[in-house]
């Protein structure tokens, strides 16, 4: 019996979310509905946010292991990022849990703000909600609206600014330099991009920077239809960092299975196991780092 009410106590955020059409395995929404709200409206306004656990004190899908780590919404702890002006930030990634890059969310106030990186640390930022602009000592600007991104390389100066509510998922990494290869800037938006052959696979994938020797990483934008699932199980040398900006569905890592959504965060150590297919009734989109054109010795 007290198995029985323990089980149905965690499928209430699950059920509430279902009525509501928000959850795992929800009634799909209208078209309307769907249209109306912002492109990657639930990375900011994730289904199990606080109010639907208030029920069930304690709860969360977030879990931190050795080779992976998933991260959800009602785990993220915003404090004020040193030297942005009016920026919370949320990390989600570094170092300390065993990655060579740090990815986190800022969420920039009115008259807001960036700081520079470190010294020797190159910076990806990609809009998700607002908009904002990009600023370089030149005096040349560039306005990102939502799905737009910039690349940064280490060094470069500059300041990303905003008259209102903009979150923006960042990541950073101490360049790895190449003799006679210098990265230059890059700035664009995922509409613009081509599709890539992806041989043996069914989903779509873009890549946000350029393949060649002077990046030492890579931003892939990846698509599934629901019911659609990688082919290869991979294991590899690289790190990824991700956040799934829209759908849901079933990530494997190692030997665990986990339910995942849109807001969550994902970190994939070299050579775990992973594996994902997408669930529910809408399309998948995540947005996956990953190192490239670098030896791993």
Known sequence: MHSLLALLLLLLPWRSSAVEGDGFCSIPQSITETRSRPLYWKVTNPTLSPSHLQDLPGFTRSVYKRDHAVITPESYVFSPLPDWVNTLGAYLITPAMGAHFVMYLAKMQVKSKSALPPQDVERFLFVVQGSAVLKNDSGISHELPVDSYAYLPANYKHSLESDDTVTVVIFERRYVSLENHYPEPVIGSTEKQPLLETPGEV?????????????????????????????????????????????????????????????????MAPFVPQWYAALGKTPTRYLLYKDVNRSPL
């Open 203 to 267: 989903f779509e994938l873009r890549k946000l920077l350029p393949a060649s020797a002077p990046y030492d990483f890579n931003i892939h934008i990846m698509d599934f239809q629901p019911g659609e699932f990688l082919n290869v199980k991979e294991v590899h040398y690289n790190q990824h960092g991700l956040l799934l900006l829209e759908g849901q569905g079933i990530y494997r890592l190692g030997d665990s299975w986990y339910p995942v959504q849109a807001g969550d965060t994902i970190w």
